[in-house]
Every structure is written in C-alpha cells, then in structure tokens.
C-alpha cells in the first residue's frame, strides 16, 4: 500500500520530525540539548565562525535555552561523543556500537579516510597516550615539514588514523583542539561493544533517519555512507513488506515514512515563530532534498570567490509559516558586540511581508543574544524596496 501526500504535508511531517520550530521549552535545558542530540542522530561540527559554529547553531535551534557549555557537560558525562556521522559530528553514547562498521572498515583497510596510515608512528602514539593519558597534537614534538593538502603533522595524521578507525577518542576538547584517550578510557562502563550485523546496521540507518526526517529516501538515509545503499533498500523492502515502514508518494517522488511519523501530522506546526538556521543544520545538509520539497535551491558560498557569490560568504537560511521563505549574509563582530547583516535576501513567493518583519525581528534578537550581541545592522536587503520595512524590523531588535 502506498500513501500519498501533498507537498504541505511532506513539509510538514518534515519540520514536525526536525523539531522545527521548536515546542515550547520543558524540562532543564541541558536534558532538552541531549534530547535534541538523540532524537537527531547527529549534530554536524564546523570551524566556520563568521556567527556562532553550527553544532551549537543547530542545538540553539531546536533548544531556544541552549547553552554552548552543554556539549562539553554531555560528552565529560559520557552521554555524547564525537565521531564520523556524513561529516564530523556529534553522536549519541547510546548508538555508539553503530559507528564500529567504519571504524571496522578503516581498521581492515577496507575503506581509506583521507590519506595512508603510518603504523609504525600510529604504534608510537598509542604507546604515549596509554603511558601518559590524554595527549593533544601539539603534545607531539615535529620540526620538519608538514604533509598533504591540508599541511598537516605526521603526529596529527597519525592521532587522526587512530581516532577514525576507533583505537582512541576524544574525552574532551581544549579551546576547540582536540584531546585524545585510549577508547576504553573514555567509553562509559556497560556501553554495547558489539559489532552490528550487516542486517541490524542498515535497520538502525533507516529507523533513525525516518524517525529524525520524517521522510526518506534510500540514497537520503545512505547520504555519504559507503556502499550502504543496496542493503538499505533492500532492508527498506522487506520492512515495507510487513507495514515497519510505509511507502509515500509526494507529487513524483516516492519516499519511505515510520506509521508513527505520520500521527504527526495531526500536531500542529508553529507557523507563526521565525527561525534562522545554520547551513550545516539537519534539515539543510541534503540540498536535493531541500529543492524537491522545499523547493528552496541552497548554496553555501564561503567555497564560491567573492565575485561570484549572490547571497553572501555565509548566508543563514531562514524558515517561517512552514517554508524557507529567505536568507542572510551574517557576521558577528564580536568586539564590538554588531551582528551584521550584510545582506537579507527575500524569496520570490515570499508574501505577509509586515507578519514576515514581526516575527523576524524577534527572532533576530534572540539570535543577536546568542551571538554575544548587543545591537544590528542591516547593510543590503534584497528586493531593495523592502528595505525600509526590514530596516525598521531590524532597528526594533536593538537592544
């Protein structure tokens, strides 16, 4: 049996499933943040600071009471940990046992992470870390060149090799460096250490995908995991075929959902709140997905030249009434407590424009708070005769 749903429900089920925007808080914040992590699966890590990085961009996102020392309380407690998700990640300490595959796979040298391992230096690093504990890169003396395309130490090529294929971990990290343990060191006591079948591994992908998106396709829930997706739709078969799953046409698309995924649609969604997310945030990362039912075309440009960019090197999808509606170049100058926005572009289809203004300058002065920022400025909008109204909605927020 196949269901079929409109594309505003496909969105809706969507946000509904992502947590966005969020419910109303409940509960302490910390609980809520570690909540966020579980029910997500993951939470993407980015360098990029131009605005507050994206794994707590992301957490802010869903947990409006989100605080950036909640990570670093979740993984000392050892109910977080970071590994490989798509990209660097955040994971919940209870699924650990589903990122040993690849770790499996790098160990065998069934599949490569980057660059060759140094076992030799990789044997000398581990005997370090076991008789001396946590050690950081620069813990590891080097004073000849550095390698490969990102011009990194051996003793750095070499913690990282031994931290993919799963012989270390991180227990914490040192002003965003990273600090490596032997895995037994950090690992919490009776956490399952047992390899997942093939099997159990692609049910595990599924179930957390639906459960987190609400809708899915196999090469979505396989998204940069290798060789995943034969047996991922082989087990997206044989768990529609006794109702675990539901097939779903959404106009051309046929997609996969949970039976329960699909009670949510008779929740509610909070159309009215603003939210301003990362481009590295769940719902975002699959930029496919976003065009086919969001219909929202995305580009990161901080990878584009300058001179070829349209939208800005740092441009903040924005998300009210239930569709991605705009965007915005930001950059928050810290020292000077101004977040910029250097350049909001509104969509085409985008109406309700006094509604839009209310409820974005709300949502930018929560944003502005989150940033360390006491004021805003707006230097371009997009179309340029709504900038006296965006103008005003920003001058509204200021503190």
């Known amino acids: 049996m196949t269901d079929t749903l409109s594309i505003k429900d496909a969105q809706k089920l969507v946000l509904l499933s992502q947590w966005l925007p969020p419910a109303r808080p409940v509960g302490p914040p910390l609980a809520a943040t570690l909540s966020a992590i579980e029910h997500l699966g993951y939470i993407q890590i980015d360098t990029i600071s131009a605005v507050q990085r994206a794994h707590h961009h992301t957490l802010w996102s869903r947990n409006p009471r989100y605080a950036a020392s909640h990570l670093d309380r979740l993984v000392a407690d050892k109910q977080v940990f970071e590994y490989w998700s798509h990209a660097a990640a955040y994971l919940p300490m209870r699924d650990y046992r589903f990122s040993l595959p690849r770790k499996h796979a790098i160990a065998s040298g069934a599949q490569r992470h980057w660059h060759a391992p140094n076992v030799p230096l990789m044997q000398t690093v581990l005997k370090r870390i076991a008789a001396e504990g946590p050690l950081m890169a620069k813990d590891f003396e080097h004073t000849g060149g550095k390698l490969g395309e990102w011009k990194s130490k051996p003793a750095k090529r070499a913690l990282e090799s031994l931290f993919m294929q799963g012989e270390l971990m991180l227990p914490r990290r040192e002003r965003f460096h990273k600090v490596y343990d032997l895995t037994e060191r950090v690992l919490p006591e009776g956490i399952d250490t047992r390899l997942p079948t093939p099997e159990a591994h692609a049910r595990f992908l599924i179930t957390r995908y639906l459960q987190a998106n609400g809708l899915g396709q196999a090469a979505e829930i396989c998204y940069l995991q290798n060789n995943m997706k034969p047996r991922v739709s082989a087990m997206l ?163």
Request: charged letters at 20%; glycine letters at 4%.
């Open 237 to 399: 078969n044989e768990m529609a075929s006794c109702g675990e799953v539901v097939r779903v046409h959404v106009g051309q698309h046929r997609y996969y959902a949970l039976p329960a995924s699909l009670a949510l649609l008779s929740k509610p969604l909070r159309r009215s709140r603003l939210s301003i997310l990362s481009p590295f945030d769940n719902l975002l990362i699959q930029r496919k997905r976003m065009r086919a039912l969001f219909d929202f075309d995305y580009l990161l440009e901080c990878y584009v030249p300058a001179a070829k960019r349209q939208h800005g090197y740092f441009s903040l999808p924005i998300l009210w009434g239930g569709a991605l509606v705009a965007r915005m170049d930001c950059k928050a100058e810290r020292r000077a407590s101004v977040l910029h926005v250097q350049h909001l572009v509104l969509e085409p289809g985008l109406s309700r424009i006094d509604d839009f203004a209310h409820a974005f300058s709300t949502a930018l002065s929560s944003f502005m708070a989150f940033n360390g920022c006491r004021s805003a400025r707006l230097h371009r909008c997009t179309p340029a005769r709504l900038s006296p109204a965006m103008e005003a909605a920003v001058m509204r927020c200021q503190a």
